[in-house]
């Protein structure tokens, strides 16, 4: 037996699949304003306009610019540990190896996409 999705329900779904969307294009906007910026000097208006959306789009999605800065930072810290854990080859050679291999992925993320870095920093002071 085959199920069909009415056209409301294939509505409701088209309809949140577009609000995930706006969602994360808010909050890569989000993260490079406030590692810009810093979370004071960012304002939810200049967020909202760099999206394209209203500024009460941006509150209706995520309540505050509070809760905003959160989900920017979970998702810049989400974005980090793929460097953080070296190979098991690099391991096996002893710690000052390990930490090596460590300084020089670190700078590399660093210097190839420093928003992610920088909000993990805002994040923690």
């Known amino acids: ?19 995930d969307e706006r969602k994360s294009r808010i909050i890569e906007a989000a993260m490079g304003r406030f590692s810009e910026h810093g979370y004071r000097a960012t304002h939810v208006e200049d967020i909202a306009r760099e999206v394209g959306v209203a500024k009460g789009t941006v509150f209706l999605d995520f309540g505050s610019k509070e809760t905003l800065f959160l989900a920017a930072y979970q998702h810049a810290v989400q974005m980090l540990p793929a460097w953080l854990d070296a190979p098991e080859e690099v391991v096996h ?21 420093p928003v992610p870095n920088r909000l993990a920093l805002i994040g923690r002071y």
């Open 93 to 113: 050679r002893g710690f000052w190896d390990t930490l090596d291999w460590w300084l020089q992925s670190t700078e590399a993320s660093v210097n190839s996409d």
């Open 1 to 19: 037996m085959r199920y069909r999705l009415t056209p409301m329900t294939e509505g409701r779904l088209k309809r949140s699949a577009e609000a």
